[in-house]
């Protein structure tokens, strides 16, 4: 039990650790820190040296109490071991040696701890700087260190693999140097284990192998970097050969992969700049090779961090996103878990819309002029909604209309779309005689509140008096800030409603959708995560029911216990991790689901861990959730297919996944058709998982939960054969 429990305590040791070495290529798979851990010990001292160096740090990280989940992926540990495999290689081993490696583990972590605070601030990665820094003051120190001598084991290799596995390895490592490789190919092999430098077609060929293992988008781009690169030296008429070339080659290959998939969204558009990209970290690395000549310095990693860092900072003062280059907003360490969970974000929510915007009023109205109307949304102010209330016969008023009573909006509660704080108000402009309008005050009595950074809504030709809320109060959603009116350029009352980036009246719009509208249009009728409804659709928010969501809105701190038939007994935890994401977590498998909740929708975004557990098919069944609902309603969603198929069915679709998406899981979720609300019988919600590939069904599943006046009662899951049933276990 005290091994047992020794070996917990340093668990996140061993996970650090391969991290860090994955981490050179943005990775967090162990068996790609295994195979790249291998490929640093093809040099004895190289291995020791870089393991010393990442140890060191990890340490030194943990001790001063750095955030623990940083320092599992290896974010503070991967500059220290390229700074102990490069002082590795370059040095005599010896005491004076692994104490220079051990200090430079300490100050890698301090490094990178200052440059992620001052990088952070603009939303940047520090990348390989705190190597490069280290590396560059160690390498002009030891000019000065006589006792510290310049290695030539690089030169015997022979040796060293003889040191390491004996002729075997040797014969092993001559069979694969006499592959009929082409040079070119020969050059991407040695470049991949110029990284680590090993200068060697054995390293290169591992590193390849574990490259594509962990990532076929990532693969690929190494491949596309380093061949147009390759195509361009040859353009310049630069001179070229294997050695040299390997040595600076790596900077195209880590370019390739952090703005093609791993900083950027794959796409068609980050795989077509990389056209332009790569051809400027060639013009950047030849001239820096002339600079850094000069003072007998190698340029290393420099033009990746270089232009990486560029590109990225340039990205973030776009207006707009034509060219299709989306940055990650969840970095999932994989270029191919990055584009599913981005693909499938944009099909679930459509735009990026962390803080969610309500309809600003109670009940159904219709859009009466929607995004790019006929009348006066239009240029600057084209992305606005006019709403009215019609009745059953599409008329806006009673009687003849000629009174501002006679409209069916008019006097009618307005809302803060979302929590906020009221930035301007008018509140003082007479409303209009109906046919009238008040061309010199176009906005009329207005209400303009904050949301977040560049974040506000406007709501606008609102009665004269009705405002209750001034400049500078906290307001809340749903909470009333004034009554329809019509005042303003506003012939007829109705609500003007608009998301702008800046705070004043009169500001330009922007393209910002409403979040769980209950649209009714043409006869269908749907409730949409993020819409921006058009004109004639009747919009209205579903009112959310007790008994659903003490069924499935999760509070932080609660606990969730379940019951299976066989009698075993699951226990899950709401937490908030330290980015402040929701998620479920199995006290037992310690599997996590992620999910984002509000007033009316629970959504699961993402899931870790056992995919036999009982809260992955918790996971898989509850995607979607309506607190709110009506007669037969009928929600559907889409997984992202990393989440549900199994990595060898994906492997294939990973290599176009960036350009052609076949593979596929769909999700329904019906309510009764026969109940409009809760009675003392059960209440029961069933779906199901479709999985297809180009449109043809490969496999459904079929859940159902059952739900009464206390909450969820139980949860039932049936895939094939597999058929599980749980019962809530109720304090």
């Known amino acids: 039990m005290t091994k047992k429990l020794a070996l ?46 990442v140890s060191t740090a990890l340490i030194i990280a943990k001790i001063l109490g750095y955030y623990e989940g940083n320092i599992r992926q290896g974010f ?39 440059l992620e605070g001052v990088l952070g601030k603009y939303g940047l990665p520090f990348l390989s700087l705190p190597f490069l820094l280290i590396f560059w003051m160690l ?13 030539e084991r ?11 596995g004996g002729g075997n390895l040797i014969q092993f490592y001559e069979w694969i140097n006499q592959l009929a490789i082409p040079s070119s190919l020969r050059s991407y092999f040695f470049s991949l284990g110029a ?82 990209i790569i051809p400027l970290v060639v013009l950047v690395s030849v001239s820096l090779q002339q600079v850094f000549g000069y003072f007998y310095l190698p340029v290393h990693s420099f033009p990746f961090n270089i232009v990486t860092l560029i590109v990225l900072y340039a990205l973030k003062f776009r207006m707009d996103n034509r060219i299709g280059l989306s940055t990650i907003f969840w970095q999932q360490n994989s270029p191919e878990k990055n584009l599913y969970s981005f693909s499938n974000f944009m099909k679930r929510f459509g735009k990026n819309s962390p803080i969610p915007i309500y309809l600003p009023f109670f009940g159904e109205w219709t859009v009466t002029q929607g995004h790019n109307g006929e009348f006066t949304h239009k240029d600057n102010w084209k992305h606005a909604w006019d709403f009215e209330i019609k009745n059953e016969d599409g008329i806006t008023f009673k009687n003849e209309g000629d009174f501002l009573p006679d409209y069916y909006c008019f006097y009618k509660n307005v809302l803060a779309p979302a929590n906020g704080v009221v930035e301007q108000v008018v509140n003082d402009l007479e409303d209009n005689v109906i046919g009238t309008r008040n061309l010199d005050h176009n906005w009329g009595n ?15 030709h609102l009665k004269k008096g009705s405002i209750p809320v001034m400049a500078g109060d906290v307001v809340e959603k749903g909470q009333v800030i004034g009554k329809c009116g019509n005042s303003g350029n506003s012939p ?19 393209d910002y959708p409403i979040s769980d509208v209950w649209i009714r249009y043409h006869g269908k009728e749907s409730l949409q995560a993020t819409s921006n409804p058009t004109k004639g659709a009747l919009v209205s928010q579903l009112v959310p029911k007790s008994e659903m969501k003490k069924a499935f809105a999760f509070v932080v701190g609660g606990t969730i216990k379940f019951r299976t038939e066989e009698g075993e007994e699951e226990i899950w935890e709401v937490k908030r991790d330290y980015f402040l994401n929701k998620y479920l977590e199995c006290q037992r498998t310690k599997s996590k689901a992620y999910f984002k909740v509000d007033d009316l929708m629970l959504h699961f975004t993402h899931f870790e861990g056992k995919r036999t557990s009982l809260i992955y098919l918790f996971y898989l069944s509850a995607f979607k959730v309506s607190f709110g609902y009506t007669h037969g309603l009928k929600l559907q969603d889409s997984f992202p297919i990393n989440q549900i198929f199994h990595p060898k069915r994906i492997f294939i679709q990973d290599f176009i996944a960036p350009f052609y998406q076949y593979l596929r899981a769909d999700y329904t979720l019906n309510y009764p058709k026969a109940s409009r609300g809760f009675s003392d019988k059960p209440f029961t919600l069933n779906g199901m998982i479709t999985k297809s590939a180009f449109k043809k069904t490969l496999e459904s599943s079929k859940f159902e939960f059952v739900i009464d006046q206390v909450g969820l009662k139980s949860f039932y899951f049936e895939r094939g054969n597999q058929k599980t049933k749980a019962l809530c276990v109720r304090d």
């Open 154 to 164: 690089g030169v015997y290799v022979l040796n060293e693999l003889y040191t390491l």
């Open 8 to 53: 917990k305590q340093f668990e996140w040791f061993w996970e650090a650790l391969l991290n860090s070495y994955a981490q050179v290529f943005f990775s967090d798979n162990k068996l790609f820190g295994v195979a790249l851990l291998i490929v640093s010990f093809i040099d004895l001292y190289v291995g020791l040296s870089g393991l010393l160096a």
């Open 446 to 460: 207005t209400v303009v509140i904050k949301h977040g950074d560049f974040l506000y809504s406007k709501l606008s």
């Open 195 to 276: 990284i680590f430098f090993q200068q060697t077609l054995v390293a290169g060929l591992v590193a390849a192998i574990g490259l594509l293992i962990y990532s076929r988008i990532a693969f690929t781009l190494s491949i596309l970097g380093f061949y147009i690169a390759y195509l361009f030296y040859m353009i310049l008429g630069v001179p070229f050969s294997e050695l040299t070339f390997s040595y600076i080659g790596f900077n195209f290959i880590l370019t390739a992969i952090a703005l093609g998939g791993f900083f950027i969204i794959p796409s068609r558009s980050s795989y077509l700049q990389l056209l332009l």
């Open 76 to 114: 503070y540990g991967f500059n220290a071991l390229l700074v102990g495999v490069g002082l590795g290689i370059y040095f005599e081993p010896g005491l004076l040696l692994f104490f220079l490696v051990f200090l430079s583990g300490v100050l890698a972590v301090l490094i990178s701890l200052t």
């Open 139 to 151: 390498r002009l120190a030891s000019k000065q260190f006589e006792s510290l001598g310049l290695s």
């Open 492 to 510: 007829y009352p109705h609500l003007h409603f608009q998301i702008q980036s800046t705070p004043y009246i009169g500001s330009s719009t922007i």
